[in-house]
């Protein structure tokens, strides 16, 4: 019989996060991982890995840095919504990451985005919570169970300083990107 990592700490989290915020929708999801990759993730389950937090940050007009005098008067500013351009991928993402040792998931959210984009943000509520259990494609029988949070989120000021080692960009977009990873393309479909 398989052997489940962190399922009770990720139940107990989970529980946390919905009895603290209303109407949250969770998606379960099942992941086969290449056997060669598996162990470095069960490590990882084992020493307490439980997932992360990504924000869809917010800002509004009266918010954004003052445009330089080169600009055309007419031009405006309404660029509202902070993504990132991972390394390695095509579409755009939420910044955020993975949780450190005592930190929640709000926490690791807020410090990420941060150390990402140079940007300070604070936690309104989450809009998905994505569940996932991750088995081995080889011989390996544990399943690794995290959490990842994503939450709206609203500007606290700090300009964009991308973290080079891990982003290809990131950017203020009055309207969210057309290539956009699911999280954000499920939290664009409301977005007003």
Not at 25 to 36: G, Q, S
Not at 116 to 137: H, Q, Y
Request: aromatic residues 8%.
């Amino acid at each position: 019989m398989a052997r489940d990592v962190n399922r009770t700490e990720v139940d107990r989290r989970q529980d946390r996060l919905l009895s603290e915020y209303d109407d949250v929708p969770v998606r379960e999801e099942h992941e086969e991982v290449p056997a060669d990759v598996f162990p470095e993730l069960r490590d990882l389950a084992t020493e307490g890995y439980t997932g992360g937090g990504y924000v869809w940050v917010v800002r509004e007009p009266p918010e954004t840095a003052p445009l330089s005098e080169s600009l055309p008067a007419d031009i405006q500013e309404d660029r509202r919504v902070l993504m990132i351009l991972s390394r390695g991928s095509t579409r755009w993402g939420l910044p955020g990451g993975g949780r450190e040792c005592g930190e929640s998931y709000e926490e690791a959210a807020v410090r990420e985005v941060r150390e990402e984009t140079g940007i300070d943000c604070r936690i309104v509520d989450p809009f998905l919570i994505r569940r996932r259990v991750s088995v081995s494609k080889g011989d390996h029988d544990e399943r690794l169970h995290t959490l990842w949070v994503f939450f709206d989120g609203r500007y606290e000021g700090g300009h964009l300083a991308i973290q080079p080692g891990e982003l290809n960009g990131a950017a203020w977009f009055a309207q969210p990107p057309a290539r956009m990873h699911p999280e954000g393309e499920f939290r664009a479909a409301d977005w007003d």
